[in-house]
């Protein structure tokens, strides 16, 4: 398995699995679960969650598929912004590790940003890392001007920035991947292939033909092209955890990058983060 570098020096999958939408319904808990295991498997090890899918209806599947692997895993969850700040952290931390059936995360991200003051979610992340509930902190959906202001608040020890990147998302290129590289932080690309919606591209999917893999096999790989980039997929079956475990051995020629550069063009000029 690829794997990339945390500044810590630490080393995790490059491809991970997401659970956005898991959990939340009855007639496809045993498959969710089949799949979240033969992933773990086949080394995607790397789990991400958040208190707020399905209400905490994702954690609470995660645990009960993983618990007995427990060590295996790197497991990440993000907290609500209501809930970042130093009174409110602490508890939403715990109600999160109830729900995994775990006694620490691995890795804690600030889901977005809301009106908790950045400084103040880092005291609360920092006292976590203290109380070894957390072993690493992050953010999701900050743009550059709020990492700036993170790390000027003492936020230095943040790990990662989760943003929406993707083909079709492409603005992160402008500004926040060259600044994650540049402080020693990777990124984590949630809904690397726009919730399937980039799988019916005609260009996409020809290149994938050309050279016998999927589309969505395509659009990871090019998604994980950068030595610091993790992909965090969603696989509600086997068959698309395997699927997906196979684009982390996928390397894309110059002349498919090009190809791709081509019908999915990066922004001419800087836009504003995207979110989903």
């Given amino acids: 398995m690829k794997t990339v570098t945390l500044p810590s020096g630490e080393k995790v999958p490059a491809l991970g699995q997401g659970t956005w939408m898991m959990g939340e319904r009855r007639e496809r808990r045993s498959s969710e679960i089949a799949a979240l295991r033969a992933g773990v498997e086949c080394g995607m090890t790397l789990i991400d969650t958040a208190e707020m899918y399905g209400d905490g209806a994702a954690e609470t599947l995660i645990g009960e598929a993983l618990s007995d692997v427990r060590d295996r895993l790197f497991l990440v969850s993000k907290a609500y912004p209501q809930n970042a700040s130093r009174n409110r952290l602490a508890g939403a931390c715990e109600a999160s590790l109830k729900r995994l059936g775990t006694d620490r995360l691995d890795l804690y991200l600030l889901h977005w940003r809301g009106s908790v003051p950045l400084a103040e979610t880092v005291g609360a992340m920092e006292a976590l890392k203290s109380a070894g509930k957390i072993r690493y902190w992050g953010v999701s959906n900050l743009d550059t001007?709020?990492?700036?202001?993170?790390?000027?608040?003492?936020?230095?020890?943040?790990?990662?920035?989760?943003?929406?990147?993707n083909l079709t998302r492409r603005g992160a290129e402008h500004d926040s991947l060259p600044w994650l590289g540049d402080h020693g932080m990777p990124a984590m690309a949630y809904s690397p292939v726009e919730q399937g919606r980039l799988l019916a591209n005609r260009t996409l999917a020809t290149t994938a033909s050309n050279i016998g893999a999927t589309p969505a096999q395509v659009a990871l790989a090019w998604a994980m092209r950068h030595d610091g980039v993790i992909a965090i997929p969603k696989a509600g079956s086997i068959d698309h955890v395997r699927e997906n475990r196979a684009a982390a051995d996928l390397i894309l020629s110059d002349a498919d990058l090009a190809t791709l550069d081509a019908a999915f063009p990066r922004p001419r000029t800087r836009r504003p983060l995207e979110m989903l």
């Avoid at 001007?145 to 990147?165: F, K, N, W």
């Fill in 145 to 165: 001007d709020d990492m700036e202001e993170l790390v000027a608040a003492d936020g230095g020890a943040c790990v990662t920035d989760q943003i929406l990147y």
